[in-house]
């Protein structure tokens, strides 16, 4: 089971990481390559322990839908969702944020583990683990813009 951990260092307040890491708005402005949006659940505003969302995405050029749910959550250092339906067999998006001197630390681990057993194991290595990092990272990217530009 591929584990992804990512590191974001933030110039702004753990607040204002916490809530706009959560943001279903500023979830689909983060993902507009993929064309994010939110399909079902929760559509708008901040998501709260036990909500839901369903994702419409195209991924490999296949448009797809993904529904997580908020497990658990800690304001404002971290919540975590889980895949409740959707392409991955699971997985766990635990995100975690901590005070640092003049900003905040965004972590994320994304576990995950691929459909189809075997293959899907091959596909991991070819290229899905490097496609969801990337996915990560740049998520966490446009993250700190919009964090870094909120007054």
């Known amino acids: ?12 307040p753990i607040d204002v990481c916490f809530d706009l890491a ?3 708005d500023i979830h689909t402005e ?14 708008q ?3 709260e322990k036990g909500d839901t969302v369903t994702w419409e995405a ?9 529904t997580a749910k908020v497990t658990h959550m800690e304001k404002p250092d971290m919540f975590v969702d889980i895949m409740v339906n959707g392409a991955f ?15 905040t630390l965004m972590i994320d ?4 583990k691929s459909p ?3 293959l899907g194991i091959i596909a991991d290595k070819l290229f899905l683990e490097k496609y969801m990092t990337d996915f990560i990272i740049s998520r966490a990217k446009e993250l700190k813009i919009i964090a870094e530009n909120v007054n």
């Not at 993902?31 to 559509?43: D, L, N, P, S, W």
């Not at 195209?58 to 993904?66: A, D, E, V, W």
């Not at 681990?109 to 995950?112: G, P």
């Open 109 to 112: 681990t994304f576990e995950y």
């Open 89 to 103: 067999s699971s997985f766990t998006h635990t995100h975690q944020f901590k005070e640092e001197k003049g900003g």
């Open 1 to 12: 089971m591929p584990i992804i951990r990512n590191e974001q260092f933030i110039q702004a």
């Open 45 to 47: 505003g901040l998501l």
């Open 116 to 118: 189809f057993g075997p």
């Open 22 to 24: 959560r943001n279903v």
């Open 30 to 43: 983060t993902t507009a390559e993929t064309k994010e949006k939110a399909v079902g659940g929760v559509m």
């Open 58 to 66: 195209i991924h490999f050029g296949i448009k797809q839908r993904l």
